[in-house]
């Protein structure tokens, strides 16, 4: 524990890791990531308003989560060299604007600039997760960390039904109206609460992403998890940005009916606890393995057979979800583990491969769905778990099993 006593500070004293600032950080966590997904189920609302063709609707989406790996890249490894708390309140004032902007935005070329910038700006949550990680003690940081990532996947999971709900009632600029209002509050507890941290490491910022480069290199770790995780999320950001159009086109569901949709598939973030208690028992190699799997069934039912109808859609939203965020808190475990004074440029690197993999996934779901249908996006993202397990097996467990 003495790497948290020593990193972070509030005043003159350590601080500890209370049950109540956990669920605080699990809680900012949440409103905060929801930023990038209000978007995704109303895109056929928000299109037609806008004047933006069909076709490049999912370019909102797409843009949103490359904004982030962009915030991810360049923002987020700041984490290791300024005072977190200002850093993150800074960059949450930047995203109340953002939000703002885009509930009155008309043109296409402004709201997708917009669309951009909430990305990019919503990356505080990531400055966030490692302060929990400086926190923790070693013998509980998988849990706790998986209990935070459960508020934040939470967070990305629920912002779906309620964007649903709230533009199929008030209209979609409500949507970015209440969730700049929601920020508003959130920026308002971070100030309040949460507690400082300067961190030891002395650099320029040019040094700071320079060592980016080496951390990748040296840290075949870093660079597998990244590679399973951004593939895992680029099949989940393609299921849940075409899920929204097939239960439109093909069975008539209304924006509430689709809040439903998505609610459900919320309870796959159960798993995010269950995986960090697993890593802290030393249990990763086979968690990982089912994680992979899982993602690589999902599809089952549309590739088996259509007339599963939207129960079967329901089953690989809840599977899909579960096998991601068990992959993600896992990985997120790791690579922790690596190098305390490092943990915000390891999780930078790691949740931008993340959000790269997400922005590929949600920019193939308007052609994807337009050329083949449900079938073709359920066939080609069932591909990106499999390539994914594929690796493990051949690469990454045989290495795993050694350093165990």
């Known amino acids: 524990m003495s790497n948290q006593a ?28 929801a930023n990038l997904y209000y978007a995704q189920p109303i895109t056929e609302l928000i299109a037609p308003d806008i004047h933006m063709s ?5 370019l909102i989406v797409s843009l949103t989560q490359i904004g982030y790996a962009f915030g991810l890249f360049f923002l987020v490894p700041l984490g290791d060299l300024l005072e977190n708390r200002k850093l993150m309140i800074t960059t949450a004032l930047v995203s109340i604007v953002s939000l703002a902007v885009a509930s009155v935005a008309h043109q296409p070329g402004c709201f997708l600039a917009i669309s951009l910038l909430v990305g990019f ?19 509980s940081r998988g849990k706790v960390v998986g209990t935070i990532m459960s508020g934040l996947l939470l967070g990305i999971l629920l912002s779906r039904p309620i964007s649903s709900v709230v533009a199929g009632h008030i209209g979609w600029r409500a949507v970015f109206g209440c969730a700049a209002v929601l920020m508003a509050i959130v920026t308002a507890v971070l100030a309040l609460t949460i507690p400082r941290r300067q961190p030891e490491h002395k650099a320029t910022y040019f040094e700071l992403i320079g060592s980016l480069g080496h951390l990748v290199r040296t840290m075949p770790v870093l660079r597998h ?16 940005t075409a899920i929204p ?10 924006q509430t009916e689709i809040g439903i949709f998505a609610l459900v598939g919320a309870i796959g973030a159960t798993s995010a606890p269950v995986a960090g208690h697993l890593a802290d028992r030393g249990h990763t190699v086979r968690a990982t393995l089912i994680a992979l ?17 939207v129960f079967g859609l329901v089953a690989t939203g809840i599977v899909l979800d579960f096998g991601v965020q068990m992959n993600m808190v896992l990985g997120q475990r790791e690579i922790y583990a690596l190098h305390a004074a490092s943990r915000n440029r390891l999780n930078a690197l790691y949740m931008t491969s993340i959000f790269v993999g997400g922005a590929f996934g949600s920019a193939l779901a308007s052609p994807l769905y337009d050329h083949g249908g449900w079938p073709l996006v359920a066939a080609v993202a069932t591909a990106f778990p499999l390539v994914a397990l594929a690796h493990y097996l051949i690469v990454g467990r045989p290495q795993a099993k050694r350093r165990a």
């Open 6 to 33: 020593s990193a972070v500070t509030g005043g003159s004293s350590p601080v500890k890791l209370t049950r109540g600032l956990i669920a605080l950080f699990a809680f900012c966590c949440g409103a905060i990531v």
């Open 54 to 58: 069909g076709g490049t609707a999912s």
């Open 121 to 139: 700006s919503s990356v505080a949550v990531q400055i966030l997760i490692p302060l929990a990680a400086h926190l923790a003690p070693d013998e």
């Open 225 to 240: 998890r990244s590679f399973y995780q951004g593939l895992m999320f680029a099949s989940f950001s393609l299921f849940w």
């Open 245 to 254: 159009v097939e239960l439109t086109r093909q069975f008539g569901l209304t």
């Open 293 to 309: 799997s899982v993602g690589a069934i999902a599809y089952a039912p549309a590739l088996i057979h259509p007339a599963w109808g």
